[in-house]
């Protein structure tokens, strides 16, 4: 199994930034994706940034050029740095992975427990 906690949510002013932390630890082979959703209220959850292990990156087009994703393999940690934040960013942002648990190499989806951004002035 895989457990992912969030750490680096709270409060901001528009045109604010804050970065969130997710750390992985449990029993797993390897982690082949890490990302984040977020869920607005009324809204589906949508996926605004992965990366792999290998170093590919994706951003939805509503946070490319204000937010930057990146990880730490060895401490198995995917990091979200927000910058220019707006109220509608506002939303529950929740961690996921991608992880290979046992050796049927069958890739598990995995969620952290979310931790609340708001950006209100």
């Known amino acids: 199994q895989v457990r992912l906690v969030e750490s680096g949510g709270g409060l901001v002013q528009p045109g604010g930034s804050l970065r969130l932390s997710c750390a992985a630890s449990g029993s797993f082979l390897s982690i082949n994706v890490m990302g984040w959703y977020r869920q607005a209220p009324g809204k589906q959850r949508e996926l605004i940034a992965s990366?792999?292990?290998?170093?590919?990156?994706n951003y939805v087009d509503s946070v490319t050029g204000r937010f930057t994703i990146s990880s730490d393999n060895a401490q198995n940690t995917v990091y979200l740095q927000m910058r220019s934040l707006k109220p509608e960013d506002t939303a529950v942002y929740y961690c996921?992975?991608?992880?290979?648990?046992?050796?049927?190499?069958?890739?598990?989806?995995?969620w952290g427990q979310g931790t609340q951004v708001t950006v209100s002035s």
């Open positions: 990366i792999t292990t290998g170093g590919s990156i």
């Open positions: 996921n992975a991608r992880a290979i648990i046992s050796y049927d190499w069958a890739e598990n989806n995995y």
